[in-house]
């Protein structure tokens, strides 16, 4: 049965700090992997999709990696701004839809 | 990619009622999910909805409780009976994004208050 975790559950940074948010899973036999963010009470909006033969994903100043030999992926955020505040959740495709428990980050002014 | 429109976007409601969401998608698709994601929790595949055919429940999900409608490919229901505060959560319809891609697209989600 796959299982995603994330680490931190939690972060806080000042603003303009670059982060990096790790999504772990354990197993390796995914067709992709999605980085969602959700904000509070809100509904999830995807933020970038790597397939599975892809390494690594950017929009913007989002970055996203992905080493499937290893079940790890990380979420790399450059130059972090308040509006980044949200929980950050990671999703695989195996066999279905697994999610992560999230990150939530807060990025103060 | 799919546009998803989900009503209502919240409600609150007394133990033992029912509440049905509703979500409608602009293009036609195959399969719809329905989640659940209880406070401070990660999201729990509740069921999926395909056309034409009973919904496939997961594991702890039952139809008495969680009935859901199909009746097109642009359009299902999830029915939340007999409301207790345990109940309380966002539920989230989605999508893939792209047939076949297996790529997820989400509504806003429907967040629920039972007193």
């Known amino acids: 049965k796959q299982e995603v975790t994330q680490i931190p559950a939690a972060l806080s940074v000042p603003e303009g700090e670059n982060l990096v948010l790790n999504c772990s899973f354990t197993?390796?036999?995914?067709?992709?992997l999605q980085w969602f963010r959700q904000d509070p009470g809100k509904g999830l909006t995807s933020l970038l999709l790597?397939?599975?033969?892809?390494r690594e994903q950017t929009s913007g100043r989002l970055n996203a990696s992905l080493d499937k030999s290893s079940g790890r992926s990380t979420l790399y955020i450059a130059a972090s701004q308040p509006g980044d505040s949200a929980t950050y959740l990671c999703?695989?495709?195996?066999?279905?839809?697994?999610f992560g428990p999230g990150t939530r980050l807060s990025v103060l002014p | 990619s799919a546009v998803i429109s989900q009503k209502p976007s919240r409600d609150i409601c007394q133990r033992g009622t029912s509440l049905t969401i509703q979500c409608q998608v602009d293009?036609?698709?195959?399969?719809m999910f329905w989640y659940r994601q209880q406070p401070g929790q990660s999201l729990t595949l509740i069921a999926t909805?395909?056309?034409?055919?009973?919904?496939?429940?997961e594991s702890g999900f039952v139809i008495d409780k969680f009935p859901i409608s199909r009746p097109n490919l642009t359009f299902s229901t999830l029915t939340v009976s007999n409301m207790s505060p345990e109940d309380s959560s966002i539920y989230l319809c989605?999508?893939?994004?792209?047939?076949?891609?297996?790529?997820?697209?989400f509504g806003a989600g429907s967040r629920l208050t039972v007193l």
């Open positions: 989605s999508v893939d994004r792209v047939a076949g891609a297996n790529v997820l697209t």
């Open positions: 197993d390796s036999a995914i067709y992709n």
């Open positions: 790597i397939q599975s033969s892809q």
């Open positions: 999703a695989v495709y195996g066999q279905n839809f697994v």
């Open positions: 293009s036609q698709v195959t399969m």
């Open positions: 909805a395909n056309q034409g055919s009973e919904a496939t429940y």
